[in-house]
């Protein structure tokens, strides 16, 4: 563990999310529209949790940069822009029953300008006051290969962003501290179908190696957590109801490592993160602050996030 006056440290982009059930029409039921973006999810969650995290982003070109920086700072979390510009990406789903059934990115610009020439010297800064860096899939594979390098004996935590970007769980042979993922991306990069608890436990522990973690979502299911010596498994004690789950895996990654910031044991870390990710899923819709159940004991958070330049 590290001291708590050190910070997550987030390497990603913010997004807007435009998610419809259904292909687009007359007669359907409106779209949705509102922030997204892996790494910024996990940042507003951790915000709510009183982490104080940092995330370095592209520096937004047009209209909506201010609005970024205001969502930002409204969720707790410090802006890092980089010495970048790029448009603020959009992420276009068409859902089923909330689930993604089809999706589009729009911007990739925003994550693949993102390389270790341009973070160099801000993350080599940031890890001083570092607890954790972060990351997801849907950044550039070699970036990635070069966060898990350098980030040294600051944990380095990766988030599967993308079923189609598995091939970046393990940048160019590199693995990080922890890997999160759902079963579908699991089995997508075992190359396998993954049907019962042994063979998904056994391609955890592949994907693993000999010394790190990896997190599986089970939907449903609940959780699986391996590790050296370790194996979690967590199943729901609350069902959810019939809700959106676009950015549920992002909710459970950070609320597993709040609790693990904390020195909590894996198990209670796996639990903790299954009821306030529920809760945060049950209590989102039509909900103008969507991270506010997270808060939980803490209560309100005097907003604290504010713009580096």
Request: charged share 20%; glycine share 10%.
């Amino acid at each position: 563990m590290f001291e708590s006056h050190r910070r997550p440290v987030l390497i990603g982009t913010v997004a807007l999310d435009f998610l419809h059930e259904g292909p687009l029409g007359k007669g359907l039921p409106p779209a949705t529209l509102r922030w997204g973006g892996v790494l910024n999810n996990v940042a507003c969650a951790l915000g709510a949790r009183g982490r104080d995290p940092l995330l370095i982003t592209a520096d937004y070109t047009g209209e909506l940069r201010g609005a970024v920086a205001a969502h930002l700072a409204d969720n707790n979390v410090t802006w890092a822009p980089a010495a970048v510009r790029s448009p603020l990406p959009v992420f276009h789903a068409e859902l089923v029953d909330g689930s993604v059934a089809d999706m589009h990115f729009l911007g990739q610009e925003a994550l693949d300008s993102l390389t270790p020439e341009v973070l160099g010297e801000q993350l080599a800064a940031e890890l001083t006051k570092a607890s954790v860096v972060v990351a997801a899939t849907d950044g550039e594979i070699d970036t990635l290969a070069w966060l898990a390098e350098v980030t040294g004996d600051v944990p380095f935590w990766l988030l599967s962003a993308d079923p189609r970007e598995v091939g970046k769980l393990v940048p160019r042979g590199r693995r990080a501290d922890l890997v999160a993922l759902n079963l579908r991306e699991l089995s997508l990069w075992a190359q396998r179908d993954l049907s019962g608890r042994s063979a998904i436990e056994e391609a955890a522990r592949e994907l693993a190696g000999p010394s790190g973690h990896v997190v599986v979502t089970l939907g449903a299911d609940g959780a699986l957590v391996v590790g050296p010596d370790l194996l979690v498994r967590h199943e729901l004690d609350e069902a959810l109801g019939d809700v959106l789950t676009v950015g549920a895996g992002d909710v459970h990654f950070a609320c597993l490592l709040d609790k693990w910031l904390s020195g909590a044991d894996w198990e209670s870390a796996a639990a903790e993160a299954a009821a306030r990710t529920t809760a945060y899923l049950n209590a989102l819709q039509d909900n103008e602050h969507p991270y506010a159940s997270l808060r939980g004991e803490r209560g309100p958070l005097p907003a604290r996030g504010r713009l580096i330049s």
